[in-house]
T-cell receptor
Framework: AQSVTQPDIHITVSEGASLELRCNYSYGATPYLFWYVQSPGQGLQLLLK??????LVQGIKGFEAEFKRSQSSFNLRKPSVHWSDAAEYFC?????????????FGTGTRLQVTL | DTAVSQTPKYLVTQMGNDKSIKCEQN?????MYWYKQDSKKFLKIMFSYNNKELIINETVPNRFSPKSPDKAHLNLHINSLELGDSAVYFC????????????????FGPGTRLTVT
């Protein structure tokens, strides 16, 4: 089935360290991919998205992600993490049902930042 | 200005009751969604309306009924609430909900935490 997988349930990094959150997709065609962030008690906020073109996508809050077709991956990166980045991060892919498009989310990665 | 708003933010009720959650978006989008997020943070789509027409109806109990009075509003009514309905419910909206294109992005509301006792 077409889906996304986030292998890491929980990641802890020190403030100022670099970050990479993994996302693997299973999809026949070129996927539309997204990264969302959910801060505690909040809704989801879009960080970045990939539709086509340049495989390195820049997003908000200093995040970027790279689409690698050969590895079926769309990993999220940030060079220097801030304490405020502590949150739940979700990778998602658009699936077309035949009548509608819908987002299918991964199980999320909880990021903890230590000072 | 709030883009996607939901009311109420918290809802505590007893089993067997009927309750509604309201959602409004002021983004001019043509498609709206309801998601359920369980205690493990797993997000699953429940329904989607495009221009007031139901286009996604996942395997959700019949006790859940969405209603879209216009493109800017999508409400969720739940009958005979059960303990397992306890979750956070998110509303979202987007353009191009029928066939996603380059402008396809879903904007989420703040969520409604439903607790059934």
């Amino acid at each position: 089935a077409q889906s996304v997988t986030q292998p890491d349930i929980h990641i802890t990094v020190s403030e100022g360290a670099s970050l990479e959150l993994r996302c693997n997709y299973s999809y026949g065609a070129t996927p539309y991919l997204f990264w969302y962030v959910q801060s505690p008690g909040q809704g989801l906020q879009l960080l970045l998205k990939y539709f086509s073109g340049d495989t390195l996508v820049q997003g908000i809050k200093g995040f970027e992600a790279e689409f690698k077709r050969s590895q079926s991956s769309f990993n999220l990166r940030k060079p220097s993490v801030h304490w405020s980045d502590a949150a739940e991060y979700f990778c998602a892919v658009v699936l077309y049902t035949g009548t509608a498009s819908k987002l299918t989310f991964g199980t999320g990665t909880r990021l903890q930042v230590t000072l | 200005d709030t883009a996607v708003s939901q009311t109420p933010k918290y809802l505590v009720t007893q089993m067997g009751n009927d309750k509604s959650i309201k959602c409004e978006q002021n983004l001019g989008h043509d498609t709206m969604y309801w998601y359920k997020q369980d205690s493990k943070k797993f997000l699953k789509i429940m329904f989607s309306y495009n221009n007031k027409e139901l286009i996604i109806n996942e395997t959700v109990p019949n006790r859940f009924s969405p209603k879209s009075p216009d493109k800017a509003h999508l409400n969720l009514h739940i009958n005979s609430l059960e303990l397992g309905d306890s979750a956070v419910y998110f509303c979202a909206s987007s353009h191009q909900g029928a066939i996603a294109g380059p402008h396809y992005e879903q904007y989420f509301g703040p969520g409604t935490r439903l607790t059934v006792t």
